[in-house]
C-alpha cells in the first residue's frame, strides 16, 4: 500500500464537487496538493483551506481544454516541488438533451474539456512519471462511459472516450512502475447538473438509483491512490448494468428507454 504523506498530486476540476473533495482528501493524508481549474477564486479558497489545516497546496488556475495551459500546469508544478507522483483527471462537464437539440459545436466542446482535458494533462505527466519511475494517472470517468444514458449522449461519448483511453493506457504501462486507473461515479451530489448545458436539472433525466456524496468518491480515489486498480466502479451494483449491457444490448435499451424522460 502507497504512503500518500509528502506525494505530490495534481488534480483537475478542483475548485468544487470531487475534485475539491478529493484536493481536501489527499492533504488529509498528508500529500501536497496542487489544485487546478477555471474559476481562481474558489480554487484559493480550496488552497487556503487546506494551508490552514496545516497541509501544503498550490492553486494554478487551468483550462483544461487549454494545451498550453495544462503543460504550463504540470511545468509550474516542477518548479514548485520538483516532482509529480499523482495525477488526477477529474475535471469535466456535462450537456442534457436529445441528440437532435444538441448543437454539433456542444459535442466539440465537451469532448475538448472532457476528453482532451484527460489526453493533455497525461501527455504532459507521463514523460515526468517515467524518468521518476513511478507515478500514478486516475481518470474520473462514469458508470455513464460504461453504458450510454438518454440525453446524455455528448457526455456519454466523452466517459467512453476517457474509459477506452485509460484502458489503452493502462495495457501499454503494464508491468512498469506507472499506474493507470480509471473511475466511475455514479450520481453524485455537486454542482454538476446545475452548470451543465442544455436541459435543467437532474431530476429532467429520471435517474434512478442512490446518489452519493462527494467526499464519499473523494475517499474512493484517496483509497485508489493508495492501493492503484486498473478501474472503480464506486457502486459496485453498477457493475451489474454494464454486465448486462455487454451481454444482452437489446434488453439493457430497453429498460433505459422504459425509465427515460417523456419527449416534451
Ligand atoms: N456529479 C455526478 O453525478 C458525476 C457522476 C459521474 C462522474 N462525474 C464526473 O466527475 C467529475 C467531476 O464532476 P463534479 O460532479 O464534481 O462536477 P462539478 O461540481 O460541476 O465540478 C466540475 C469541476 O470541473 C471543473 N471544470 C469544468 N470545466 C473545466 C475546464 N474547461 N477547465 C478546468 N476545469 C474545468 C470545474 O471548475 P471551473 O468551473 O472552476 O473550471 C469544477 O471544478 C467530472 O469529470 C464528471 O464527469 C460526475
Same mark, same amino acid.
Given at each position: 500500500?502507497r504512503?500518500?504523506?509528502?506525494?505530490v498530486?495534481?488534480?483537475?476540476?478542483?475548485?468544487?464537487g470531487? !475534485?475539491?473533495?478529493?484536493a481536501?482528501?489527499?492533504?488529509?493524508?498528508?500529500?501536497?496538493?496542487?489544485?487546478?481549474?477555471?474559476?481562481?477564486?474558489?480554487? =484559493?479558497? *480550496?488552497?487556503?483551506?487546506?494551508?490552514?489545516?496545516g497541509?501544503?497546496?498550490?492553486?494554478?488556475r #487551468?483550462?483544461v481544454?487549454?494545451?498550453?495551459?495544462?503543460?504550463?500546469?504540470i511545468?509550474?508544478?516542477?518548479e514548485?516541488f520538483g516532482?509529480?507522483?499523482?495525477?488526477?483527471?477529474?475535471? !469535466?462537464? %456535462?450537456?442534457? !438533451?436529445?441528440?437532435?437539440?444538441?448543437p454539433?459545436?456542444?459535442y466539440?466542446?465537451?469532448?475538448? *474539456?472532457?476528453?482532451l %482535458? #484527460?489526453v493533455?494533462?497525461?501527455?504532459?505527466?507521463? /514523460?515526468i512519471? =517515467?524518468?521518476?519511475g513511478?507515478?500514478?494517472?486516475i481518470?474520473?470517468s462514469?458508470?455513464? %462511459? &460504461?453504458?450510454?444514458? /438518454?440525453?446524455?449522449?455528448?457526455?456519454?461519448? #466523452? &466517459?467512453?472516450?476517457?474509459?477506452?483511453?485509460?484502458?489503452?493506457?493502462?495495457?501499454?504501462?503494464?508491468?512498469g512502475? *506507472? +499506474?493507470a486507473s480509471?473511475?466511475?461515479?455514479?450520481?453524485?451530489a455537486t454542482e454538476?447538473f446545475?452548470?451543465?448545458g442544455?436541459?435543467r436539472?437532474?431530476? !429532467?433525466?429520471r435517474?434512478?438509483g442512490?446518489?452519493?456524496?462527494?467526499?464519499?468518491v +473523494?475517499?474512493?480515489?484517496?483509497?485508489?491512490?493508495?492501493?492503484p486498480r486498473?478501474?472503480v466502479?464506486?457502486?459496485?451494483p453498477?457493475?451489474v448494468?454494464?454486465?448486462?449491457?455487454a451481454?444482452l444490448?437489446?434488453?439493457?435499451?430497453?429498460? +433505459?428507454?422504459?425509465?427515460?424522460?417523456?419527449?416534451?
Amino acid at each position: 500500500m502507497r504512503e500518500l504523506r509528502g506525494q505530490v498530486v495534481v488534480i483537475t476540476g478542483a475548485s468544487a464537487g470531487i !475534485g475539491q473533495a478529493a484536493a481536501l482528501a489527499f492533504a488529509r493524508e498528508g500529500a501536497r496538493v496542487v489544485v487546478a481549474a477555471r474559476r481562481e477564486a474558489r480554487l =484559493q479558497a *480550496v488552497a487556503r483551506a487546506i494551508r490552514e489545516s496545516g497541509g501544503e497546496a498550490l492553486a494554478l488556475r #487551468t483550462d483544461v481544454a487549454s494545451r498550453q495551459e495544462v503543460e504550463a500546469l504540470i511545468s509550474r508544478t516542477m518548479e514548485a516541488f520538483g516532482r509529480l507522483d499523482i495525477l488526477v483527471c477529474n475535471a !469535466g462537464r %456535462g450537456f442534457i !438533451g436529445w441528440v437532435e437539440e444538441t448543437p454539433v459545436e456542444e459535442y466539440e466542446q465537451i469532448m475538448a *474539456v472532457n476528453f482532451l %482535458g #484527460t489526453v493533455y494533462p497525461v501527455r504532459a505527466a507521463l /514523460p515526468i512519471f =517515467q524518468r521518476q519511475g513511478a507515478g500514478h494517472v486516475i481518470i474520473i470517468s462514469s458508470v455513464a %462511459g &460504461k453504458r450510454g444514458t /438518454p440525453l446524455l449522449s455528448a457526455y456519454c461519448a #466523452t &466517459k467512453f472516450a476517457q474509459v477506452g483511453f485509460a484502458e489503452a493506457l493502462r495495457a501499454e504501462l503494464a508491468g512498469g512502475p *506507472v +499506474a493507470a486507473s480509471v473511475i466511475c461515479p455514479i450520481v453524485t451530489a455537486t454542482e454538476f447538473f446545475d452548470v451543465a448545458g442544455g436541459r435543467r436539472g437532474r431530476e !429532467g433525466l429520471r435517474l434512478r438509483g442512490p446518489i452519493h456524496t462527494a467526499e464519499h468518491v +473523494a475517499r474512493a480515489i484517496v483509497r485508489c491512490a493508495r492501493r492503484p486498480r486498473p478501474e472503480v466502479l464506486i457502486f459496485p451494483p453498477a457493475r451489474v448494468w454494464v454486465l448486462l449491457n455487454a451481454l444482452l444490448p437489446r434488453l439493457t435499451d430497453w429498460i +433505459a428507454a422504459r425509465v427515460r424522460p417523456a419527449r416534451t
